[in-house]
Structures are given as structure tokens and as C-alpha cells.
């Protein structure tokens, strides 16, 4: 341990060497562990590099999933690729107009204050569910009756299983991720600025709408791309409200909306049944899955910091 | 105690249509041992500036009577913030709040547009006429197109230069105007805050890419699209540079024939400079009014010559 504390410590100009003993195994501890989760990291990007490369081929990403017991006859993700972008779209088509709503809410306007605290305490609630509490839910909701016309009805049984129970769902795994974003954006903006517009005859509604939401712009942005980037990895709702059939199972033969209403599968569906745990157990597969879902999050971060670094470098109000 | 010579406090003449020339005068009795610190301007005696000329006071017989302010209090919850102040507000000439911070001289300003309203547990009494009409029976919309307001800080819309503009042409509750259509009236809005030269070319580009002096200006066109009757000045030029605060002050003379400006500043010699009447605040309460010659030269309140002597502040 003390080699690891001094190793630092004596890189450092400022000299730790005169901190009490404590301190010295603290920052020792601290350091420690930061270059332990670096090393996490990288060993699951690495390993998940490596492998894909090695398992990932253009025939997976254009063939259906297809049964059997060898990797020639078990085809590729091609369903499942277009089910997560389906899904991702679906859900923060809903999460991203909800989201924005509630924030400009609640930091513009927020009475009575009783139901803004409610609100916010409600959002910051859903962020901490676990998906499949909220999967359950949906599995209840969506076998209602009423709401038969969202997915499939055999026997006069709703079945409950869609892309749109699915990405009404997950819309609330990304709403949070919007609304927190979203306001962190419209707080930033000085009050000067709104009052700027009021003093010039707006309204709040005008000001809202033609300066503050534009201004926001990057946030919300930012947000919309943080929770696409949770819808796109949740697994619980996929299989619980999608039915995590591997390949898509219109519901009749409209054409979008019979897709929408049908069945399907995501790629961390597809993981989870590749897994060498999993019922498929095809691991080649479940990692060129897994490696394609692994770049699809690193852009979306990558996304995140150019729209931040950029909005940082506009010139701002003071 | 020995204080420094303070620099001389300059006025901008009459005809300064083709340059910034500014003329010197010698610090009045009163300002003289006004401390050279508070100059945030950076003029600097120099021969050129050596010419005794004040510019002569305006004749307020052609000065317009546009806002009343009649016994006006305002109070934030139990702290009074404004105390029963009563001030004419004339087109023609400009008027300089002046008071130490806190004096309730911002508060005064944002009550001639009813922006005050807009702070929770502000209550008000008195009354203010735009015209003879009681600003409370107004719509606040149409009332702060009437009395518009430039801000302390710079803050154009994050639009382009050109919309920045336009926005403040549409009118509430009324269509979107076409771009060709108020062309003509943002370029005049521009051309009157004097930027229109500087950024003819660039009026689809960010407003927020300009320089501070330009967005300060911006703003004042801004303020001036709509074509108000008074123009409200919050401090414009306390953070900007000594040149694009020196075009503001030109600016502002020349604006003052068209719309009745009132401007509140802490900068004593940027009120001697460009203010035809003065009023020191003080605690809420207005001490002194009167014309800036006679502020300057001879307060009759002891308070008003403690200030602007440089007492206190």
C-alpha cells in the first residue's frame, strides 16, 4: 500500500509527504480505486472489442435469428437491430415532449408549490425504480381490455405484449434522464434574460417558447440522448412487454401499424436469450450483439459531449 | 486629508453628429472632490479636451410630459423599498436616477414598466400616468411596448441579430409577421440604436456572437422597435468597455428628442455627462430633484452634496 500511496503522491508537486498518516492512505485509497474502475472499463470495452471483432460479421447484421442448434443455422440480429432503434425512436418520441413539458413546469412556472414538489419527488421516484417493477406494471396496465387495441387479443385475452406497451414503458426510463437535463438547462439562463422579454411586452408563454426553450436547446438534447441511451440497454421491459420473440410478429398485416402491435425483440432481448446462460446459448452471437449495442451507447455519449462541449463554447450571457 | 485631483467630468456637446468628440469642463464646486476611482470611463485630461464648454441646458419649454409619478410606494413584503416619491417623466430630456445601492432607484424604474409586478410579495401604492392614463388599467403586455427597458447585462435573445428585432414587432396575440415584412422597420430600429452600419451584413448571425457593446446596443434596438414613449435604462453601461459605453452615452443624448429615457446609474459623472434632470435617491426616499446644473452646482439638500461630493456611496 505505501508504494502505491508515495508512487502518486511524490508525482504531485504539492507535498502529500507532510500529511498526516491518514490522510496519505485516504488519497492512496482514493487514487486506488479511481484507476481500478478505469481498469473495469477498459476491460469491458477491450474484451467486448475483441470479441466482436472476431464474431461480427456483415451477414449477422442483414439475416433474421432463425431456429437451430449451430451458429450456421441460427442467422443473425438483423430484427432485433431494427427492434432497438424502433423502440429507442417510440419511446423518446413520448419521453422527450412529456419531459420537456414537465421541466419547463417546473422551473417556470412550479404552482401551487405542493404539486411541484409532488411532480419533482414523482420524476425522481421513477428514476430510481428498477425497470422491471415497472415492466410488471405495464404487463397490468396493458392486458386491461380497453387497451387491447395497443397489442395483440387471442380468445378475447389481451395478450399485453407490443412495441407500443414496450416503448410506452421505457418512455419512462428516459423521462427522467429529459426532465433533470432540461431544467438544469432552463435554470441556467439568467432571470435578466426573461425579464429582457417581458420588459419588451411577451408574455411567459411567448418568453418560454421563442427564448428560453430555444436556449435550452442543447440540454435538451443532451437529455433526450442520455435517456435513449437507458431505453436502449433496459432488458425487463423488453422481454416482459415486448415478448422477446427474436424476430418481429406483426400483429396482422397493416403494415406499420401491424408491426407496432406485434411482437419483437431488442438487442439486449437477443443478448439475454444468446447468452451462454440463456436459453439460445449462442455466446459468439450474444457478444457481435453485445459489441453492436456497446457502440451504439458510446456514440450516443460521444453525442453527449460534442452537444455539451459545444453549447459550452457558445458565448453565453453573463 | 489630501484627495488626488479627480480627472475633469466631461458632458457631450450638442452637435456631436461626426465624432466622439467630448468637450471638458471644469468639476463644478460640487463634484470636485468626487473620488477618481469612480471614473470607470478611463477619459483622461488631455489637451484636447481642455475646452471650458458645458452644454447649455436644455430648454424644457420643448420637453413633453409623458409619465407622472404620483406619491409611489413599493415595498418588498414588509421591507419598504420605494417611499412616496413623486417625478415627472419628460420626452426631451433625460433623466438620472443617482443614489448609493440598495436607495430603491432600480425598483423606481422597473415600476414605470410594471416589471416590480412580477416579484412575489411586492405591493405598491401611488399612482403612475403614461399619458394621463393610470398604467395599473393597463395590459402589462401593451404597457412594456409603451415603456421598454435595456438591462445591466447585455442580453439579446439567443436568436439572430435580425430576429432579436423582429421578435419585439410582434405584437401578442398576433400573427407571425413575414421577414420581408418588418424588414424596413428592424433595419430603422438597428439604424436608431446606432448599429445598423456594423452589422448590415451580418443580421442572420448569432446576436450572442457580438461584442458587448454591440449586444448592449442591440438591446437599446431592441427597446426602440416598438416605438416606445419612455425608454428605461438599468445601469446599461456598467459592464461594458469606455468606448461602447461612451457610444451608448451619444447614443442616449440623441434618443432623448424622440423618447422620454430615464437612466439609472451609479456612475456620477456618466449622470453629469448625459442627464438633463437628476434625482438622488436615498433609503427609498427622494431627496433631491432638479435640473442636473443645479444638482451638480448647488444641491440644496446636505444629502444630495454629501453624495455626489463623494461622502458616501
Request: hydrophobic share 45%; with cysteine; glycine share 10%.
Amino acid at each position: 500500500m505505501s508504494t502505491v500511496t508515495a508512487a502518486p503522491a511524490g508525482k504531485r508537486k504539492t507535498s502529500s509527504a507532510s500529511w498526516r498518516l491518514t490522510d496519505r492512505l485516504g488519497l492512496g485509497l482514493a487514487w486506488l480505486l479511481g484507476l481500478l474502475f478505469c481498469a473495469i472499463a477498459a476491460a469491458i470495452v477491450i474484451y467486448f472489442l475483441v470479441e466482436g471483432i472476431r464474431y461480427l460479421s456483415p451477414s449477422l447484421l442483414v439475416t433474421n435469428p432463425a431456429p437451430g442448434v449451430s451458429e450456421s443455422q441460427t442467422g443473425g440480429f438483423l430484427d432485433p437491430l431494427l427492434g432497438t432503434v424502433i423502440i429507442g425512436f417510440l419511446a423518446m418520441a413520448i419521453a422527450t415532449p412529456v419531459g420537456v413539458g414537465i421541466a419547463v413546469w417546473l422551473s417556470e412556472f412550479g404552482r401551487p408549490t405542493g404539486l411541484a414538489r409532488v411532480a419533482e419527488s414523482s420524476v425522481e421516484m421513477l428514476a430510481g425504480e428498477p425497470s422491471v417493477v415497472l415492466a410488471l406494471f405495464g404487463t397490468i396496465l396493458f392486458t386491461v381490455r380497453q387497451l387491447g387495441f395497443l397489442s395483440q387479443t387471442s380468445h378475447g385475452i389481451v395478450l399485453g405484449q407490443s412495441f407500443f406497451a414496450a416503448a410506452a414503458l421505457l418512455s419512462l426510463v428516459g423521462l427522467p434522464m429529459v426532465v433533470a437535463s432540461t431544467r438544469e438547462g432552463l435554470q441556467a439562463i439568467p432571470s435578466h434574460v426573461r425579464e429582457a422579454s417581458y420588459a419588451v411586452g411577451k408574455t411567459k408563454i411567448a418568453t418560454t417558447r421563442r427564448v428560453l426553450l430555444p436556449a435550452a436547446r442543447p440540454s435538451m438534447i443532451t437529455g433526450t440522448m442520455l435517456g435513449l441511451g437507458r431505453v436502449i440497454g433496459d432488458t425487463a421491459i423488453v422481454l416482459l412487454l415486448l415478448g422477446g420473440t427474436l424476430t418481429f410478429q406483426p400483429a396482422n398485416s397493416i403494415p406499420v401499424l401491424g408491426l407496432l402491435r406485434g411482437t419483437g425483440d431488442t438487442l439486449t432481448g437477443y443478448i439475454y436469450y444468446n447468452a451462454p446462460t440463456g436459453d439460445g446459448n449462442q455466446p459468439s452471437k450474444a457478444y457481435a450483439a453485445a459489441f453492436v449495442l456497446m457502440l451504439m451507447v458510446l456514440a450516443l455519449n460521444l453525442g453527449v459531449d460534442f452537444v455539451l462541449r459545444r453549447s459550452q463554447r457558445a458565448v453565453r450571457w453573463s | 486629508m489630501e484627495l488626488r485631483k479627480p480627472p475633469p467630468v466631461r458632458r457631450l456637446t450638442g452637435n456631436e453628429a461626426h465624432g466622439p468628440e467630448v468637450q471638458a469642463s471644469p468639476p463644478p464646486p460640487g463634484i470636485a472632490q468626487h473620488a477618481a476611482g469612480s471614473n470607470g470611463n478611463g477619459h483622461r485630461p488631455s489637451s484636447a479636451f481642455a475646452m471650458p464648454a458645458r452644454r447649455a441646458v436644455r430648454d424644457s419649454s420643448i420637453a413633453i410630459d409623458r409619465m407622472h409619478v404620483d406619491e409611489l410606494s413599493v415595498a418588498y413584503g414588509t421591507k419598504p423599498a420605494v417611499k412616496s416619491v413623486s417625478l415627472p417623466i419628460r420626452q426631451g430630456e433625460v433623466l438620472a436616477l443617482i443614489g448609493p445601492s440598495g436607495c430603491g432607484k432600480t425598483t423606481l424604474l422597473r415600476s414605470l414598466n410594471r416589471l416590480t409586478e412580477l416579484t412575489r410579495g411586492a405591493s405598491f401604492s401611488g399612482r403612475i400616468t403614461l399619458d394621463g392614463v393610470d398604467i395599473a388599467t393597463l395590459e402589462p403586455t401593451a404597457l412594456r411596448r409603451r415603456v421598454t427597458m435595456v438591462f445591466q447585462q447585455p442580453n439579446p435573445f439567443p436568436m439572430s441579430v435580425f430576429d432579436n428585432v423582429a421578435y419585439v414587432l410582434r405584437e401578442q396575440a398576433s400573427r407571425r409577421p413575414r421577414k420581408a415584412a418588418v424588414r424596413g422597420a428592424v433595419r430603422d430600429a438597428l439604424a436608431r440604436a446606432g448599429l445598423l452600419e456594423e452589422v448590415a451584413d451580418n443580421l442572420d448571425h448569432p446576436a450572442l456572437r457580438l461584442s458587448g457593446g454591440q449586444q448592449q446596443r442591440l438591446c437599446i434596438a431592441r427597446a426602440l422597435a416598438a416605438h416606445p414613449e419612455v425608454l428605461l435604462l438599468d445601469e446599461p453601461c456598467s459592464a461594458l468597455d469606455p468606448q461602447s459605453t461612451r457610444l451608448i452615452e451619444e447614443l442616449i443624448t440623441k434618443l432623448r428628442q424622440d423618447v422620454a429615457v430615464v437612466i439609472v446609474t451609479h456612475n456620477l459623472q456618466q449622470a453629469y455627462r448625459i442627464a438633463d434632470y437628476v434625482a438622488f435617491m436615498y433609503l427609498g426616499e427622494l431627496v433631491e430633484y432638479g435640473s442636473a446644473h443645479k444638482m451638480f452646482g448647488a444641491p440644496q439638500q446636505h444629502r444630495t452634496q454629501e453624495y455626489i461630493s463623494g461622502a458616501f456611496g
